[in-house]
């Protein structure tokens, strides 16, 4: 099982105590993705997170929820306080669900930049484990909330959740801490290069300005063999998006 920088060092208490340092600004981005989550979910859709934490998404979105996510301690610390989530512990490129086992699959506050695994494996996984003309959902933030992001690691840096922000290498979009932490971000058209090489329908839209969504609606399986597709995709797509980066 992969170990990221989450699993090691940001999990459980110290994973609260990060949003509790979020500014009002940074809290209104937070809302805005469970209220536009919230939204797409029906009384009994089967919601899938992708580095689900310790839930503080999936408690506030409906429907049956399950979160999978590498860090233990945050999924213990989940399953200790929201007992109306399932979590389990699984690699969000290799999850050991059911063909077609969800109506909607999300991975949100930037989880596509941080999650340390191919962009392509996640959307290539996600893809097999929704039913046909399901959602998923990748985000990330917009440029323009650059300053209130980086404020907000600052004071995470400062509380000693994270290491120190390497301020001469944070810029355009990309936070380094000098403890080896790097997070990116995803712009509209590195979402339309990873949908569009997959072969799906997708709208990318900003949500209260600050978070970015990639909304991708999953097609219906082809006459070819299932086992057979899933292979061909997933190196398709790794191939396409590396070579478009």
């Keep these: 099982m992969r170990k990221t920088y989450y699993a090691q060092r940001l999990s459980a208490a110290k ?3 990060v949003y509790a340092l979020a500014g009002p600004r940074v809290q ?3 809302q805005a993705e469970i209220d536009r989550l919230a939204a797409m979910v029906a009384p009994g859709d089967r919601v899938l997170e992708l580095g689900c934490g310790y839930g503080r998404v999936l408690a506030a979105v409906g429907g049956r929820r399950v979160g999978v996510d590498l860090a233990w301690e945050s999924l213990k610390l989940g399953r200790a306080t929201h007992s109306e989530v399932a979590f389990a512990l699984m690699d969000a490129a290799r999850m050991g669900f059911g063909d077609q086992s969800f109506d909607l699959v999300f991975g949100v506050q930037n989880f596509i930049s941080v ?8 959307l290539t996984e996600a893809l097999r484990v929704v039913r046909p003309n399901g959602r998923i959902v990748l985000a990330s933030y917009t440029a323009s909330f650059w300053s209130h992001r980086l404020d907000w690691f600052r004071r995470q840096a400062e509380a000693g959740l994270i290491g120190a922000i390497d301020e001469e290498a944070s810029r355009d979009g990309v936070i380094v801490g000098r403890d080896g932490f790097r997070a990116t971000r ?3 058209a590195d979402f339309a290069r990873l949908a569009a090489t997959a072969g799906c329908r997708y709208r990318v839209y900003a949500v209260d300005a600050s978070s970015l969504f990639c909304e991708v609606v999953a097609p219906h399986p082809n006459a070819v063999s299932e086992a057979r597709c899933a292979t061909v995709k997933r190196r398709r797509i790794a191939d396409d998006f590396e070579k478009t980066r």
């Design 28 to 30: 209104r981005y937070l």
């Design 15 to 17: 994973l609260q105590a």
């Design 186 to 188: 995803f712009g509209r």
């Design 115 to 122: 999650c340390q695994v191919s962009p392509a494996d996640v």
